[in-house]
């Protein structure tokens, strides 16, 4: 039966028996883990695009799972990641998570040079000794951290295969971040890809579109099945390019993902319904407080010209908030099927008549 299988197929049987075995030869201790063969760096391209295992010269590797350690193997979708991002021979690419470096060594060869950012003190050492032993080291730096710690060189795009527990404050860091670049592209989780897709009107428009797509235009490149990675995914995924819009919204960053984090906070309410409930006129009035006293005479000459008292009681400034609402035609509407226009729109409404969103710190820039 096992002849009867296609190689690839075969393959697959391997690592899967070898899976199982360790899995009942593990300790608790690593249930978690993995072990699976190193892809040898001069290891053959089958016609199906997947590397042929050589068993000889293997080395046991636990690739765990709370690091997002699932290699992509096939070739062809590696080629055809790096042909989608459109790296120039004068390009600096940052990766993250270059794992054992089959993507590292396609952008190698594509790039000006390469800054790989990698948590994991074994894959840095396989990696430094893959890209040694094909004499590309003077094109690399490794930067062994947690991405998500680490203040990026400057770099012309971004090509990697993520971790996908980090998806969301690491797509943050990008768009939100003080870095300029051409592109991300960027494989993630299929069902995160499509909360990024998803646009104004969509059922399922939510916070983490909006606030991504107030600065960057995302797209979808293809789809990626979970067996095209070892160990596989429980998930299919998604490679996507992101593009950071020439022309930004002036807007106070904080404040709208404040602002955003309140409107989309309980999915299908309309505003009115949103901003009538006791607790966010609480929050709101507390915080409009903290902002008119933070920003001293300018703001709070402006409060008091809206006739915004600062000891109004909640009842007095719910109206004012649903007033503005009301006025100016928001009352009915939900959140998801307003454009950025009209949510940019809301917020200078509320900001003017001295309501303001946030009193969080940077921190909170990475909190979708
Ligand atoms: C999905 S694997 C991708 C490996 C490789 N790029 C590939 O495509 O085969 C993700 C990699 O990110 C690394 N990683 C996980 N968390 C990280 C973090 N916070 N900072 C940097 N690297 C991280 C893991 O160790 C792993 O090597």
Redesign the pocket.
């Known amino acids: 039966m096992f002849m009867s299988l296609t190689p690839r197929e075969r393959e697959r049987v391997m690592i899967q028996k070898t899976v199982c075995s360790f899995r009942i030869r593990s300790s608790s201790a690593c249930f978690s883990s993995l072990l699976v063969f190193r892809r040898n760096s001069h290891s053959q391209t089958r016609g199906n695009g997947h590397q042929v295992v050589e068993k000889k010269q293997h080395e046991g590797l636990f690739l765990?799972k709370s690091?997002?350690?699932?290699?992509?193997?096939n070739t062809r979708i590696?080629d055809a990641i790096v042909r989608s991002s459109h790296v120039r021979p004068t390009d600096t690419v940052l990766?993250?998570?270059?794992?054992?470096?089959?993507?590292?060594m396609k952008l190698l060869e594509a790039a000006h040079h390469v800054v790989a950012?990698?948590?994991?003190k074994r894959?840095v050492e396989i990696l430094h000794k893959r890209v040694c032993d094909h004499a590309f080291q003077h094109k690399l730096t490794i930067i062994q951290?947690?991405?998500?710690?680490?203040d990026f060189p400057e770099f012309d795009l971004v090509v990697?295969?993520?971790?996908?527990?980090?998806s969301s404050p690491l797509v943050a860091k990008l768009v939100y971040g003080s870095n300029t670049f051409r592109t991300a592209t960027l494989?993630l989780q299929k069902e995160f890809s499509r909360r990024l897709l998803a646009n104004p009107g969509d059922s399922d428009f939510n916070r983490l579109a909006v606030n991504v797509k107030l600065l960057a235009d995302v797209k979808l490149l293809m789809d990626v099945s979970k067996r095209e990675?070892v160990p596989p995914p429980k998930v299919d995924s998604s490679v996507v390019i992101i593009t950071p819009k020439e022309v930004k919204p002036d807007v106070d960053v904080r404040e709208w993902l404040a602002f955003t984090r309140t409107c989309f906070g309980k999915k299908n309410k309309t505003l009115g319904s949103m901003f009538r409930q006791k607790k966010k006129v609480a929050e709101l009035l507390s915080l409009s407080r903290v902002g008119i006293a933070a920003n001293a005479s300018d703001a709070v000459e402006e409060g008091e010209e809206q006739g915004l008292c600062l000891d109004a009681d909640a009842s007095v400034f719910k109206e004012r908030v649903v007033g503005i609402l009301r006025s100016n035609g928001f009352e009915d509407k939900r959140p998801s099927k307003l454009s950025h226009g009209e949510l940019l729109r809301l917020l200078a409404l509320f900001n003017q008549a001295g309501i303001s969103f946030h009193s969080l710190p940077i921190m909170d820039l990475h909190d979708y």
Not at 117 to 120: A, F, I, K, P, Q
Not at 160 to 166: G, L
């Open positions: 765990q690091k997002g350690q699932h290699l992509l193997t590696l990766e993250i998570g270059p794992g054992t470096g089959n993507l590292t950012v990698e948590l994991d894959m951290k947690d991405v998500l710690k680490t990697a295969n993520i971790p996908y527990n980090i494989l990675f």
